[in-house]
């Protein structure tokens, strides 16, 4: 039997996938856990053949975790499944050794090539079909920003508050504002206009 962790913080998306996995792939056993915390002590106690991930979790981000992952559960692999598309965290989540990268709007046989992939030691998409993959740019100011200020910067781009970034992020209003003074510095920008800005003329925000 292979064991897959999923990690999404929404119950209905974790059963679907559960559902669909468990019908095509029956030597698979999926456990389940709805945030970082969660998915850390699994990991601790439990050996897996396959983490997938959601980049969008309560706390910490998605990318954070996956980098926690590869360095203390390295034979663990890890799929992104995510709603965001390719061309906003692809190519970070591809760096910060991620093993594949699927949307939740594709269709259900391609969720389950992609984890019979996974399993069976390859990348997914396949190296041939991941050049199609429309992924980010490289040299774009953004790629010097961290992966919580990537973050921060999506969701200010996305309209949001000080005040309701740290409420999501569980983070102060002061820390919030310290990233976008760092976010600022980094890219060369004067204002949070500037800012929401050039989210909205990359498409960047979620």
């Given at each position: 039997?292979?064991?897959?962790?999923?990690?999404?913080?929404h119950?209905?998306?974790?059963?679907?996938?559960?559902?669909?996995?468990?019908?095509?792939?029956?030597?698979?056993?999926?456990?389940e856990?709805?945030d970082?915390?969660t998915?850390l002590e699994r990991?601790?106690?439990g050996?897996y053949h396959?983490?997938?991930?959601?980049?969008?979790?309560?706390?910490?981000?998605?990318?954070?975790?996956?980098?926690?992952?590869?360095?203390?559960?390295?034979?663990?692999?890890?799929?992104?499944?995510?709603?965001?598309?390719?061309?906003?965290?692809?190519?970070?989540?591809?760096?910060?050794?991620?093993?594949?990268?699927?949307?939740?709007?594709?269709?259900?046989?391609?969720?389950?090539?992609a984890?019979r992939t996974?399993l069976?030691g390859?990348?997914?998409?396949?190296?041939?079909?991941?050049?199609?993959m429309?992924l980010?740019?490289?040299?774009?100011?953004?790629?010097?920003?961290?992966?919580?200020?990537?973050?921060?910067?999506?969701?200010?781009?996305?309209?949001?508050t000080v005040?309701?970034?740290?409420?999501?992020?569980?983070?102060?209003?002061?820390?919030?504002?310290?990233?976008?003074?760092?976010?600022l510095?980094?890219m060369?920008?004067?204002?949070?206009?500037?800012l929401?800005?050039?989210?909205?003329?990359?498409r960047?925000?979620p």
């Amino acid at each position: 039997m292979r064991e897959v962790l999923l990690v999404d913080d929404h119950p209905v998306v974790r059963q679907g996938i559960a559902r669909i996995l468990t019908a095509q792939i029956p030597d698979v056993r999926v456990d389940e856990a709805a945030d970082g915390r969660t998915a850390l002590e699994r990991l601790a106690v439990g050996t897996y053949h396959l983490v997938m991930l959601d980049l969008t979790l309560p706390g910490d981000s998605g990318l954070s975790l996956l980098r926690r992952i590869r360095r203390e559960h390295p034979a663990s692999p890890v799929l992104i499944v995510t709603m965001h598309p390719p061309e906003h965290f692809a190519q970070r989540a591809l760096q910060a050794g991620a093993v594949g990268y699927i949307t939740k709007n594709s269709e259900p046989n391609e969720l389950v090539r992609a984890v019979r992939t996974a399993l069976a030691g390859k990348r997914y998409p396949p190296e041939d079909a991941a050049s199609q993959m429309p992924l980010e740019e490289e040299g774009q100011p953004h790629d010097v920003l961290s992966d919580r200020e990537y973050q921060v910067l999506r969701m200010i781009g996305a309209g949001r508050t000080v005040s309701e970034i740290g409420a999501d992020l569980g983070l102060s209003v002061k820390t919030v504002s310290t990233y976008r003074s760092r976010i600022l510095e980094k890219m060369k920008l004067r204002t949070s206009a500037e800012l929401i800005h050039y989210v909205i003329t990359r498409r960047l925000a979620p």
